[in-house]
């Protein structure tokens, strides 16, 4: 039987304390471009935060949960609009309120599951691997959306002047529709890890020190890798892609989109990969990866941050592995 191991709470607090101050730094660090991109890449991590309460882990709708973002949601509008607290300092307050109750109500029912001894319980049902897949599908969208905007948005405004229509909806529904593969094959891999009871129900986080080590340093070394390399630079340079790959047409926008969104998976799978270490349930890890995913690729000294990223993951594992 596999050994069971917590990861460090204190990694857990570095993680989330490192992340706040880099949120809080942004506005000085980045201009409206690029603060526009981590805005939306924040409300769109969210929006998967909240599928995945809602209805992505059991797969019935919680009612319960959705009152919980209710509240925070609330509390960070009224501490803008009566107090005048800056939206970036609400959003955690809103957040602490409604995640600890969260955290609370699913240890709770997590606790209910093992004394009753139904902790593995039966196959996934079709319609719970449906939901869980769309919870994936949803994620991966948001969290690789802001990222690829450029692309998106330089080949509509390439196209604009063109004869031909730009063809933006094809290109988009390309590289969602690729994406979507990756989330089917997610959602099949958690559904083994959650049988062998090597991933946790609740949290979707890794029960096993050995499985969290291994991704990590998997993932380290595949950011230092020539093939992780040679997507990144597809995917660091629009003008580049569009020009050699452009094809007219629905069909020729939808194969670009293909195209891109393949070299974005072979950029990110196991940066993706990563969520079955920190938890797709998360959402300081869900932001941190986002975050990282887009440093990666729009910042001019992203592929340095790549490899910096991935020399910690290894360490990182190999802590957890001799630990």
């Known amino acids: 039987m596999f050994q069971v191991r917590r990861l460090p709470n204190a990694g857990t607090a570095v993680l989330t304390a490192t992340l706040v101050v880099v949120m809080l730094a942004l506005p000085a660090l980045l201009n409206s471009y690029y603060l526009t991109l981590a805005v939306s890449a924040g409300l769109w991590a969210y929006l998967s935060l909240c599928w995945n ?56 029912s997590s606790n209910a599951m093992s004394m009753s001894g139904t902790a593995a319980g039966p196959l996934w049902s079709t319609g719970q691997f449906a939901l869980t897949l769309t919870m994936w599908w949803v994620m991966m969208v948001a969290m690789m959306l802001p990222s690829a905007a450029p692309t998106i948005l330089l080949y509509g405004k390439a196209t604009s002047n063109a004869a031909i229509r730009p063809q933006t909806e094809s290109f988009l529904a390309g590289y969602i529709l690729i994406w979507g593969g990756f989330s089917l094959l997610a959602t099949a891999l958690q559904s083994l890890l959650v049988q062998f009871e090597l991933l946790a129900r609740m949290a979707m986080a890794s029960k096993s ?44 926008a939808l194969r670009m989109g293909i195209l891109h969104g393949a070299y974005c998976v072979g950029c ?17 890890w869900i932001a941190f990866l986002t975050l990282l995913v887009a440093m990666e ?24 592995l001799v630990g």
């Open 53 to 108: 309460l809602s209805g992505g882990y059991a797969g019935l709708f919680s009612f319960g949960h959705t009152a919980f973002f209710a509240a925070g949601a609330y509390t960070s509008t009224l501490l803008y609009t009566e107090l005048a607290v800056s939206p970036w300092l609400g959003m955690f307050a809103g957040a602490g309120m409604n995640m600890d109750l969260t955290v609370s109500l699913a240890a709770s």
């Open 297 to 320: 690729k729009l910042l001019p000294f992203g592929a340095h941050i790549g490899r910096v990223a991935g020399a910690g993951l290894i360490a990182w594992g190999l802590v957890i």
């Open 268 to 284: 990110c799978w196991l940066l993706m990969a990563l969520l079955f270490v920190g938890g797709a349930m998360n959402l300081a």
């Open 209 to 252: 020190w050995m499985l969290s080590s291994a991704i990590l340093i998997l993932a380290g070394l595949y950011q230092l890798s020539p093939l992780k390399q040679t997507c990144l630079r597809h995917c660091r340079s629009p003008a580049h892609f569009i020009s050699r790959h452009f094809r007219p047409g629905n069909v020729g």
